[in-house]
């Protein structure tokens, strides 16, 4: 099976800039997940896709978005791009509904806003 | 809320030592435990979990049991490799969600 797909895997940006990650999760899984992560604030969560829903979302402005499609591949969107905004956004996906279900992570966006 | 405290980094050791890494936890309910690691420039890995009090997760080596009374999931290896260093997360999943919440993350280097 492939592993968990991230495009583009090096994004550089400026400001007020939007911009638009996609993540093709492994092949049956239908959970997705997106994490931001910086050398500061360390892995944060964003939000989890689940059948096309979001079912859970982390603490951050309505600037960021995301959205999954019937295939499961998920977009994350992020307008009007502050410096701050300058990560690593990892998406991730797994199998089921249990918590103790492993998730996989692709390898990363590398996005940089200048 | 739900959080999960690591020991401070980096950590620095020479082949074949010892290696604890600390991590403790503040959950409600039953929440699943889990280690990730990443070598530079990739995305994690899963290197073990364990998802109910006492239970052990191992994998290449690395061990973790699952307590409940202190709170904690300590990683332990009794031989480190120099292909060990990388960064270790500790990691928290949250009921019935995909959400996970992680550690500060712990640097490990491993010198021959």
């Known amino acids: 099976k492939a592993g968990v797909t991230q495009t583009p895997r090096y994004l550089i940006k400026t400001r007020g800039q939007q911009v638009t990650l996609s993540c093709s999760p492994i092949?049956?899984?239908?959970?997705v997940s997106w994490y931001q992560q910086t050398p500061g604030q360390g892995l944060q969560f964003l939000f989890e896709?689940?059948?096309?829903?979001?079912?859970n979302k982390g603490n951050f402005p309505g600037r960021f978005s995301g959205r999954q499609f019937s295939n499961s591949r998920s977009e994350m969107n992020v307008s009007t791009l502050e410096l701050g905004d300058s990560a690593l956004y990892l998406c991730?996906?797994?199998?089921?509904?249990?918590?103790?279900?492993?998730?996989?992570f692709g390898p990363g966006t590398r996005l940089t806003v200048l | 809320g739900n959080s999960v405290t690591q020991m401070e980094g980096p950590v620095t050791l020479s082949e074949e030592a010892f290696l604890t890494i600390n991590c403790t936890y503040t959950?409600?309910?039953?929440?699943?435990l889990f280690w990730y690691v990443q070598y530079p420039g990739e995305g994690l890995q899963l290197l073990l979990k364990a998802t109910k009090a006492d239970d052990k997760g191992s994998n290449k080596g690395f061990e973790a049991t699952y307590r409940k009374e202190t709170t904690s999931f300590h990683l332990e290896k009794g031989s480190v490799q120099v292909s060990d260093s990388a960064v270790y997360f500790c990691a928290l999943g949250a009921s019935n969600t995909g959400k996970l919440i992680f550690g500060q993350g712990t640097t490990l280097q491993v010198k021959p």
């Open positions: 991730a996906s797994k199998d089921g509904e249990q918590a103790n279900n492993e998730q996989f």
């Open positions: 896709y689940f059948s096309e829903t979001q079912r």
């Open positions: 959950a409600t309910g039953y929440p699943s």
């Open positions: 092949s049956g899984h239908r959970s």
